[in-house]
């Protein structure tokens, strides 16, 4: 069995929702073209050129809500096993819950950067995620005040 090289570049898992959280998530690009790293969001109507791998999307209201989830789930694993990835990296939402768990459970670095669109209120992904979470990173300092483990990153607008 060939062992993994200490050397490696750290690899780096991004994920997120459509829409703003995606595109929150895009301005990270940063990160992977210093260090080793793909994308995962959800698939629309719109091309996208930056995911790598692309999930249902899934929203509370939808009645197929749980069988969406649990094929995400399952095709998270697939993707972890896959891309094995070090840190996971996100601004939400529901996708990125199945890679939140994993992070947990393998002990890798997680790292959620609350949504820009939130001001006054706490989001349920950060409240939910912020327990294990590495690095939480909020973009306004009225956010701070949600959250115990909260740091101000700035706006990544």
Known sequence: MKKESHNRKPRLCLVASSGGH???????????????????TEKTKFNET????????????DKLM???MLWNGLYAIFI????RPDFVITTGTMIAYPFYLMAVVFGKKFVF???????????????????????????????KKFYKKAVYGGCLY
């Open 22 to 40: 995606w595109e929150q998530l895009k301005k990270l690009k940063i990160l992977t073209d210093k260090y080793d790293g793909f994308y995962v």
């Open 50 to 61: 930056l995911g790598n791998y692309f999930m249902f999307q899934t929203d509370l209201k």
């Open 66 to 68: 749980p069988l969406k």
């Open 80 to 83: 972890w096993i896959k891309e």
């Open 113 to 143: 950067v609350e949504t820009f669109g939130r001001t006054n209120m706490p989001t349920v992904a950060g409240k939910m995620m912020e327990k294990h979470s590495d690095l939480f990173i909020v973009q306004w300092e009225s956010q």
